[in-house]
């Protein structure tokens, strides 16, 4: 297992919910540029920010960051 982000499905999770980049990030309290990082891979959100996402985008986090071996 790497330490690396993975690819997750946070953005088509975004989308079918109707929302902006920047309106979900105003909606789990973080920045834009956070979403846009988050959804390329660049940026492993924290657990806490992982649940306010999967609640928000009526998900979960294990839909939303599925583990990959």
């Known amino acids: 297992m790497t330490d690396t982000p993975r690819s997750n499905r946070v953005r088509e999770f975004r989308k079918k919910a109707g929302l902006t980049q920047a309106a979900l990030g105003d909606a789990v309290g973080v920045s834009r540029q ?7 891979g660049d940026y492993a959100p924290s657990v806490y920010l992982a649940l306010r996402l999967a609640l928000r985008l009526d998900s979960t986090v294990e839909e939303l960051f599925p583990l990959t071996t």
């Open 34 to 40: 956070s979403i846009v990082s988050t959804e390329k």
